[in-house]
């Protein structure tokens, strides 16, 4: 056994989108709120870090419900704004001279023969021209976003997807994800993960070194 795929993340990985999912839907509740003289139904960075963070917008506003009784008639309207608020944004934000130590990365991964996708809970539109700002896109074999699975993050089946498209057993399978509902999904998946903070953490020597790590060990354990 040795890694023949790498799966990455967008949010946190790929892109710094945080700020920008948390500023986009809460302009775009903001918006709605006015329109509709309703109460404040904006969420805090904590509570956007702890709840809602790397989750589709729909299920964003399905917790708002749960959990501040956010008018689900406003769905529609709130989605539409965020989508809008979202692409301004990362037109705004998100600039490839930012990101060259990860087209480094991606670079050596095509080069060796890896194969690489990327597989995030975004919407395919905010995912393609985020990858696409940050100029990552044309290195990816193939792209998953939240309309090719039934279920998102934390639950497998992204992954496990990418990986039997790819033909690879998930214990080949390198995935460097950020937040702990992707992390979930990497474990239920039982897939090999490098873990980051931030696309900071996303360096040439941090992904060479991990999957060395894990095709050192995979050699002994089959030598055994």
């Given at each position: 056994?040795?890694?023949?795929?790498?799966?990455?993340?967008?949010?946190?990985?790929?892109?710094?989108?945080?700020?920008?999912?948390?500023?986009?839907?809460?302009?775009?509740?903001?918006?709605?709120?006015?329109?509709?003289?309703?109460?404040?139904?904006?969420?805090?960075?904590?509570?956007?870090?702890?709840?809602?963070?790397?989750?589709?917008?729909?299920?964003?506003?399905?917790?708002?419900?749960?959990?501040?009784?956010?008018?689900?008639?406003?769905?529609?309207?709130?989605?539409?704004?965020?989508?809008?608020?979202?692409?301004?944004?990362?037109?705004?934000?998100?600039?490839?001279?930012?990101?060259?130590?990860?087209?480094?990365?991606?670079?050596?991964?095509?080069?060796?023969?890896?194969?690489?996708?990327?597989?995030?809970?975004?919407?395919?539109?905010?995912?393609?021209?985020?990858?696409?700002?940050?100029?990552?896109?044309?290195?990816?074999?193939?792209?998953?976003?939240?309309?090719?699975?039934?279920?998102?993050?934390?639950?497998?089946?992204?992954?496990?997807?990418?990986?039997y498209i790819a033909g690879v057993h998930p214990f080949d399978v390198l995935v460097v994800?950020?937040?702990?509902?992707?992390?979930?999904?990497?474990?239920?998946?039982?897939?090999?993960?490098?873990?980051?903070?931030?696309?900071?953490?996303?360096?040439?020597?941090?992904?060479?070194?991990?999957?060395?790590?894990?095709?050192?060990?995979?050699?002994?354990?089959?030598?055994?």
């Amino acid at each position: 056994m040795c890694i023949k795929l790498v799966i990455f993340d967008n949010d946190g990985v790929l892109c710094d989108a945080r700020e920008i999912h948390f500023d986009s839907l809460n302009m775009a509740i903001v918006e709605w709120q006015e329109r509709s003289a309703f109460h404040d139904y904006s969420i805090t960075e904590e509570e956007h870090i702890k709840i809602y963070n790397g989750l589709p917008t729909l299920v964003k506003l399905d917790l708002l419900t749960k959990n501040k009784r956010l008018p689900v008639e406003s769905y529609k309207v709130i989605d539409r704004l965020k989508q809008e608020y979202t692409t301004k944004l990362i037109k705004e934000k998100i600039k490839a001279k930012d990101y060259t130590h990860i087209h480094e990365v991606l670079s050596w991964l095509r080069a060796k023969g890896y194969q690489i996708h990327c597989a995030s809970n975004c919407s395919p539109d905010t995912l393609h021209l985020m990858l696409e700002m940050a100029g990552h896109k044309q290195y990816f074999h193939r792209i998953f976003s939240n309309v090719d699975v039934k279920k998102c993050k934390p639950d497998p089946e992204i992954y496990l997807k990418s990986a039997y498209i790819a033909g690879v057993h998930p214990f080949d399978v390198l995935v460097v994800e950020d937040s702990p509902k992707g992390i979930a999904a990497v474990r239920a998946a039982h897939m090999n993960l490098l873990q980051v903070d931030s696309p900071k953490q996303v360096t040439l020597d941090s992904v060479r070194s991990t999957i060395e790590t894990i095709d050192n060990y995979n050699d002994q354990y089959q030598g055994k």
